[in-house]
């Protein structure tokens, strides 16, 4: 048994974990959070837990191939993919994916998000892409979300949901909740007669702000 048992980690993922299910991002059992512990372990959601029965102590504490450390817990089958983003992203310690339905209706069309509102870029640092499709619970998804998400906080699977990042997981659920309202107002401007970017010079000036707030180099 470790000495550590990360309990404020644990307290700061439950709590996201069931804010997450209460702003609708997610139904049923689906969807997952982890966190990074450092020493290359990982605290994850386990599978098919409801979210309002979940305690701290179902949390699972992992190493980077998804093996318990400390526990006989069941990891969340789609870990892959947040494993995949902490390595390829190094200023990320917090991932979130969600079933949400306007993100999942772009993520169905094959669409990528356009830098459509200031917030998208100084909260995401751009589009959000839609990753090319992979199976889930995959390494070929874990490889192509990474892939996607490049150096910004979201990403859309292809014909399955969204993920979110952050340097915490309230932050990452933020990025999350913030998908789901840029892609509902993406759907409605297309309505409106289409979505305009914001123009390059915005882009790039809004970008600077996003990467320095990451901590990430200009
Ligand atoms: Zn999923």
């Not at 470790?2 to 997450?20: F, G, H, N």
């Not at 837990?49 to 069941?74: H, I, K």
């Not at 949400?100 to 200031?118: E, F, H, K, Q, R």
Request: hydrophobic share 45%.
């Amino acid at each position: 048994m470790l000495a550590v048992t990360w309990e404020s980690e644990r307290k700061a993922l439950l709590i996201a974990a069931q804010a997450m299910a209460t702003r609708g991002l997610v139904a049923g059992t689906s969807g997952n959070l982890s966190m990074r512990l450092g020493h290359g372990l990982y605290l994850v959601t386990p599978t098919s837990t409801p979210y309002d029965t979940m305690t701290e102590a179902d949390l699972v504490v992992v190493n980077g191939e998804l093996e318990p450390v400390d526990s006989d817990g069941v990891p969340s089958s789609e870990s892959l993919v947040h494993i995949a983003i902490y390595r390829a992203r190094p200023d990320l310690t917090a991932v979130v994916h969600t079933h949400s339905v306007y993100a999942s209706a772009a993520a169905a069309a094959g669409v990528t998000i356009p830098p459509i509102l200031d917030e998208v870029v100084v909260q995401i640092g751009g589009a959000i892409e839609c990753a090319e499709y992979g199976p889930p619970g995959s390494e070929e998804l874990a490889i192509k979300a990474a892939k996607a998400l490049g150096d910004r906080r979201a990403v859309l699977l292809r014909n399955h949901g969204a993920v979110g990042a952050g340097r915490s997981p309230a932050e990452a659920l933020d990025v999350c909740t913030l998908v789901e309202r840029v892609a509902q107002t993406f759907f409605f401007a297309q309505l409106a007669g289409g979505a305009k970017p914001l123009p390059v010079e915005v882009i790039e000036a809004e970008r600077a702000i996003y990467r320095m707030r990451s901590g990430l180099k200009p």
